[in-house]
Each structure stands twice: as C-alpha cells, then as structure tokens.
C-alpha cells in the first residue's frame, strides 16, 4: 500500500516536473551595449573590463551567460530572481543612468563588497570557478574604482556626492 502511494506521488511529481517546464522566465540578454553602460561614461581599463565580465556582468548587467541548468526549471526562476535582485543592486549597464550621488556610492560599495570577499557570492563561485579574484585582481578593481571615485569628485561638488540628511 505505503510502496503505490508513494509510486503515485513520484508520478505526479514528474508530471508537475514536465509541466513546470514551460513555463520558462524572460532572459536577461539585451542587444548590444546599452548607451548607459559604466564604459560608456568612465575609462574602464581592459584588464578590469576582462574581470568584470568574468565576475560581475552576469548578475550585474543586461547580459547574463547562462549555465546549461539555466534551461531546467525551477533553476532558471530562482537565477530570474537573483539576476534581478543583482541588478537592483548594481546594474554596469545602466550605470550611466543613476544620479552622481549613486555613481559615487555603488563604487564604494564595490571596493568594499569585493575587499571583503563579499562579491562574486560564493553560491556563483561554486559554478564559476574562473570567476574568483586573486589578490592581483582584486587591486586592480580597488585601483579602478578610486580612479573612478576621483574622477567624481574632480566633476562634482562635495555636497552632490552625499546624501543630505533633513
């Protein structure tokens, strides 16, 4: 008895398995570069480019390189939400389009989410192997980004870069 229960819900989990995937998430590719990408706006050196792409672009970026579970769902849901929740964060591609107090703020915060071996997230990194930064790399973003963060603050008045307080 116990033994055709559970042969039954096996089966209806395999139909619902079947069903689910159908139902498949909007992916996250645009054409091209978007006019607001952070290269489009501040000198990106190659090499930081190269990191950038490799580690950060896709959760962090209109373009993401899917991996092959990408196809199977309930994966793909669960990458839609964290490649969104990514871009909420910090989308380069759109980079151009935040206001400079934001520019300024996303840059900090990257130094710091990368210092701290915050960013890429471990649960990338399990699948992405190429994608963890070495030390060398991590300078090079750190070196970058205060290049950036200057280049800010040459432009812009101080009392534009924080947020006032009322």
Request: contains cysteine; hydrophobic residues 40%.
């Amino acid at each position: 008895m116990f033994k055709k229960i559970l042969k039954r819900v096996f089966q209806i989990l395999l139909v619902l398995f079947i069903i689910i995937q159908f139902f498949r998430p909007q992916k996250n590719q645009a054409e091209g570069i978007s006019p607001n990408d952070i290269t489009k706006l501040y000198a990106v050196p190659q090499d930081v480019q190269l990191i950038l792409k490799t580690s950060c672009y896709d959760c962090h970026s209109n373009n993401t390189i899917y991996p092959w579970y990408s196809n199977v769902q309930p994966f793909a849901w669960w990458l839609k939400k964290h490649i969104d929740d990514g871009k909420k964060h910090l989308n380069f591609s759109e980079f151009a389009s935040y206001p400079i107090r934001r520019q300024y703020k996303k840059m900090e915060e990257t130094n710091e989410e990368v210092k701290e071996g915050k960013m890429p997230l471990n649960s990338y990194l399990w699948v992405h192997k190429d994608a963890i930064l070495n030390d060398q790399q991590k300078l090079a973003i750190a070196n970058w980004v205060t290049a950036v963060r200057d280049t800010i603050k040459a432009n812009y008045p101080p009392d534009s870069l924080i947020r006032k307080k009322y």
